[in-house]
T-cell receptor, first 112, second 112 residues
Framework: RKEVEQDPGPFNVPEGATVAFNCTYS??????FFWYRQDCRKEPKLLMSVYSSGNEDGRFTAQLNRASQYISLLIRDSKLSDSATYLC?????????????FGKGTMLLVSP | SQTIHQWPATLVQPVGSPLSLECTVEGTSNPNLYWYRQAAGRGLQLLFYSVGIGQISSEVPQNLSASRPQDRQFILSSKKLLLSDSGFYLCAWSVPRGYEQYFGPGTRLTVT
């Protein structure tokens, strides 16, 4: 099983649609979770951290299910500017230090 | 506020030539620093991370090396490039013992 697994997409949605991405992770000891956004040929940018109780930032809602080891991202009222690749990220302990493991990303294309 | 710089932005190098990519961070002290590579159509692969001057941990054995000569400077090097070294090289930083990482603009390397 891959450490962090995502549906590669692409997800093609019209403006205004609601879209959800899921991600599963294999390390049950993982403690921190994030969603990053990466535009074409650009660096990844932190979109939001994911907390156990779930959290919301404007049109974006992140959920964590530790028992099932999956993370979700919901985008409401999609905008053209939301078109990007969304990376699911999980922390991993390595020799006493934590490093991040990135999924390959899910591509979102929002059309007019 | 903190900023992270990388240069050059793009690079085309022949097989067998040396490589030196530089990353500097401003506005923070004693950051953790990371080098990632993103090959075409693939996820981010952690190459090296550093928790302090002269302290480098390697994640993947290969013909690349990293050095941290100053607190906020991280350098990625190779003595002889391979075709498989082509990719998008990203430097990132985090606060000590922090999980959230922030990326520089990246260097796009093409080995011909």
């Amino acid at each position: 099983r891959k450490e962090v697994e995502q549906d590669p997409g692409p997800f093609n949605v019209p403006e205004g649609a609601t879209v959800a991405f899921n991600c599963t992770y294999s390390n049950s000891a993982s403690q921190s979770f994030f969603w990053y956004r990466q535009d074409c040929r650009k660096e990844p940018k932190l979109l939001m951290s994911v907390y156990s109780s779930g959290n919301e930032d404007g049109r974006f809602t992140a959920q964590l299910n530790r028992a099932s080891q999956y993370i979700s991202l919901l985008i409401r009222d999609s905008k053209l500017s939301d078109s990007a690749t969304y990376l699911c990220v999980v922390n991993t302990k390595n020799s006493g230090y934590s490093t991040l493991t990135f999924g390959k990303g899910t591509m979102l294309l929002v059309s007019p | 506020s903190q900023t992270i710089h990388q240069w050059p932005a793009t690079l085309v190098q022949p097989v067998g030539s040396p490589l030196s990519l530089e990353c500097t961070v401003e506005g923070t002290s004693n950051p953790n620093l990371y080098w990632y590579r993103q090959a075409a159509g693939r996820g981010l692969q952690l190459l090296f991370y550093s928790v302090g001057i002269g302290q480098i941990s390697s994640e993947v054995p290969q013909n690349l090396s990293a050095s941290r000569p100053q607190d906020r400077q991280f350098i990625l090097s190779s003595k002889k490039l391979l075709l498989s070294d082509s990719g998008f090289y990203l430097c990132a930083w985090s606060v000590p013992r922090g999980y959230e990482q922030y990326f520089g603009p990246g260097t796009r390397l093409t080995v011909t």
